[in-house]
């Protein structure tokens, strides 16, 4: 089913935002209403539709942004939803909470999913789609939160907004335990990284595709978004073979993946626009921290070079 017809949308590039600058991070120093604005002026030319994903106060700041200086973008607004269940299998020993923890979390994401939806009900020529949470049901999470509770999150959210409303998840979840999710959501959000899975720069796209197909089979009646794909470019060793890692091969999946985009009018959101230096270990080379098209001091990387040199 495709996305844009169904939701008379035109179809457009897409990318996922988040804007904490070298000393800031969520929870702690947000970018000013400056910086965002300086991001948003560097993104419009190149993207019309942008991931937040959030109802935090970066996100206030964005929302402000582009409604003040009159920005043409589309917003997909999340709700990040905390753990609400330990999960013992995590892999980097995350995820485990004592119970006036998990309590809080419950509490906290019932807040969040009531801004959600009073957000979405302040800005609805700006916010065209809700997504109840991100990787919280994926067995490695560190915020597990049980498919039933995002379920109800879903339910609520359709209840009192007007946007169609989705979850964003790794797309192997989606083959299996969020079946009873599928049929509430109005569209699936799916995440593929196929260097996270160790796959070659010359696989990506083919596996990208293979992973789509999988989901799309298993519910043709549904809309599917890419919510999240990227290929870092500098990694540590952790997950990420360092060998296929690089802004040449960069520069080859976004091309090839906007391609594939477009000719199947499929949304994809590139993850992402900025370096983070907050994200992940303290080394330098953690591959959490390299994940931009541009880096931490808004320079472009090789992609974004050609396609800067291409506008002008």
Same mark, same amino acid.
């Given at each position: #089913?495709?996305?844009?017809?169904?939701?008379?949308?035109?179809?457009?590039?897409? *990318?996922?935002?988040?804007?904490?600058?070298?000393?800031?991070?969520?929870?702690?120093?947000?970018?000013?209403?400056?910086?965002?604005?300086?991001?948003?002026?560097?993104?419009?030319?190149?993207?019309?539709?942008?991931?937040?994903?959030?109802?935090?106060?970066?996100?206030?700041?964005?929302?402000?942004?582009?409604?003040?200086?009159?920005?043409?973008?589309?917003? #997909?607004?999340?709700?990040?939803?905390?753990?609400? #269940?330990?999960?013992?299998?995590?892999?980097?020993?995350?995820?485990?909470?004592?119970?006036?923890?998990?309590?809080?979390?419950?509490?906290?994401?019932?807040?969040?999913?009531?801004?959600?939806?009073?957000?979405?009900?302040?800005?609805?020529?700006?916010?065209?789609?809700?997504?109840?949470?991100?990787?919280?049901? *994926?067995?490695?999470?560190?915020?597990?939160?049980?498919?039933?509770? *995002?379920?109800?999150?879903?339910?609520?959210?359709?209840?009192?907004? +007007?946007?169609?409303?989705?979850?964003?998840?790794?797309?192997?979840?989606?083959?299996?335990?969020?079946?009873?999710?599928?049929?509430?959501?109005?569209?699936?959000?799916?995440?593929?990284?196929? *260097?996270?899975?160790?796959?070659?720069?010359?696989?990506?796209?083919?596996?990208?595709?293979?992973?789509?197909?999988?989901?799309?089979?298993?519910?043709?009646?549904?809309?599917?978004?890419?919510?999240?794909?990227?290929?870092?470019?500098?990694?540590?060793? /952790?997950?990420?073979?360092?060998?296929?890692?690089?802004?040449?091969?960069?520069?080859?999946?976004?091309?090839?993946?906007?391609?594939?985009?477009?000719?199947?009018?499929?949304?994809?959101?590139?993850?992402?626009?900025?370096?983070?230096?907050?994200?992940?270990?303290?080394?330098?080379?953690?591959?959490?921290?390299?994940?931009?098209?541009?880096? +931490?001091? /808004? +320079?472009?990387?090789?992609? #974004?070079?050609?396609?800067?040199?291409?506008?002008?």
């Amino acid at each position: #089913m495709n996305f844009f017809e169904q939701f008379n949308l035109p179809f457009a590039k897409a *990318v996922c935002y988040s804007g904490f600058r070298d000393g800031q991070q969520p929870g702690g120093v947000i970018p000013s209403y400056a910086e965002v604005k300086e991001d948003l002026l560097l993104l419009q030319p190149h993207w019309t539709y942008l991931r937040l994903y959030d109802c935090d106060a970066h996100a206030q700041t964005v929302l402000e942004v582009i409604a003040k200086e009159k920005l043409g973008f589309k917003i #997909m607004l999340g709700a990040y939803i905390e753990a609400e #269940m330990n999960n013992f299998g995590c892999p980097w020993g995350g995820g485990i909470y004592d119970e006036a923890q998990l309590t809080l979390n419950r509490q906290k994401n019932d807040a969040k999913i009531q801004r959600l939806i009073d957000w979405a009900n302040d800005f609805p020529h700006i916010i065209f789609s809700l997504s109840v949470g991100n990787e919280a049901c *994926v067995d490695w999470t560190d915020h597990y939160v049980p498919v039933s509770r *995002v379920v109800d999150f879903a339910m609520r959210v359709k209840q009192h907004a +007007t946007q169609p409303v989705t979850f964003c998840e790794n797309y192997v979840p989606w083959l299996n335990k969020l079946e009873p999710l599928a049929e509430v959501v109005d569209f699936i959000s799916i995440h593929t990284y196929p *260097v996270w899975e160790y796959k070659h720069i010359h696989e990506a796209i083919e596996y990208t595709n293979d992973n789509y197909n999988a989901v799309a089979k298993l519910y043709p009646h549904k809309a599917i978004a890419v919510t999240e794909a990227g290929w870092a470019t500098n990694s540590n060793g /952790r997950g990420i073979d360092p060998g296929h890692v690089n802004e040449q091969n960069q520069q080859a999946y976004y091309k090839d993946l906007m391609e594939w985009s477009a000719k199947k009018q499929i949304p994809v959101f590139f993850f992402e626009a900025f370096d983070e230096k907050w994200k992940g270990s303290a080394h330098p080379l953690e591959p959490e921290k390299h994940w931009g098209l541009f880096r +931490t001091d /808004r +320079t472009p990387k090789l992609v #974004m070079q050609d396609a800067i040199s291409f506008q002008l």
